[in-house]
């Protein structure tokens, strides 16, 4: 099976700080994706990628970017921590036309 | 534009009792269609999918759903709901090209009552 692996499950930061988000899967996928989830929201896009070194903006890709540097991990950088980022982060990686998801990042920023 | 509606934030259900937790969507040619399941504090789990073939589609768990190309409809059922099934159920679409991002409802929240 597919293993989608997201580095941390519980991160705090301070506003201002820079967070690196690690998302890493094991099959060799060329399409990746970052999701942000919040109540009543659901699933929010924000970045993917096609392949290395490539990426496209999602629906709400401001006060993110993203890194690609080798095919099995995309990182999320949020530049800048605010509060209005507290939110749960979702990595997923393409198979089969559907996605593999990792296990979350739930994300607080104080 | 390509969107996915989950009429219900809340379905309560009996243990035992059939349960349905519904999905509409919009989207331009032949979509295909999803259903993922959450736990408290996780990611997003398969549990089946449309593409194409048989409109009743088995999955996971013994959910099964069924695609209504008239009403436009994937809702997700179950026979007998089980306490284990409580959860947070997502309904996605994308259209046939990969790479094409997915859709989501915004969840429908499960509870069965033992």
């Known amino acids: 099976d597919v293993k989608v692996t997201q580095s941390s499950r519980y991160l705090v930061k301070r506003t201002g700080e820079k967070v690196f988000l690690e998302c890493v899967q094991d099959?060799?996928?060329?399409?990746m994706f970052w999701y942000r989830q919040d109540p009543g929201l659901g699933l929010r896009l924000i970045y993917f990628?096609?392949?290395?070194?490539?990426?496209e903006k999602g629906d709400i890709p401001e006060g993110y970017s993203v890194s690609r540097e080798k095919k099995e991990r995309f990182s999320l950088i949020l530049e800048s921590a605010s509060t209005n980022q507290t939110s749960m982060y979702l990595c997923?990686?393409?198979?089969?036309?559907?996605?593999?998801f990792g296990s979350g990042t739930r994300l607080t920023v104080v | 534009a390509q969107s996915v509606a989950q009429p219900e934030d809340q379905v309560n259900v009996a243990e035992g009792n059939p349960l349905t937790v519904k999905c509409t969507y919009s989207?331009?040619?032949?979509?295909?269609l999803f259903w993922y399941v959450q736990y408290p504090n996780r990611g997003l789990q398969f549990l089946l999918k449309?593409?194409?073939?048989?409109?009743l589609v088995k999955g996971s768990y013994g959910f099964e759903a069924e695609f209504n190309k008239s009403q436009t409809s994937f809702h997700l059922k179950k026979p007998s709901a089980l306490v284990s099934d409580s959860a947070l159920y997502f309904c996605?679409?994308?259209?046939?090209?990969?790479?094409?991002?997915?859709?989501f409802g915004t969840g429908t929240s499960l509870t069965v009552i033992p």
């Open positions: 997923a990686s393409e198979v089969n036309y559907g996605y593999t």
């Open positions: 449309y593409i194409t073939g048989d409109n």
């Open positions: 996605a679409v994308r259209d046939k090209n990969p790479g094409n991002q997915f859709y």
């Open positions: 990628s096609y392949d290395v070194k490539m990426k």
């Open positions: 099959m060799d996928h060329e399409n």
């Open positions: 989207v331009s040619g032949n979509p295909y």
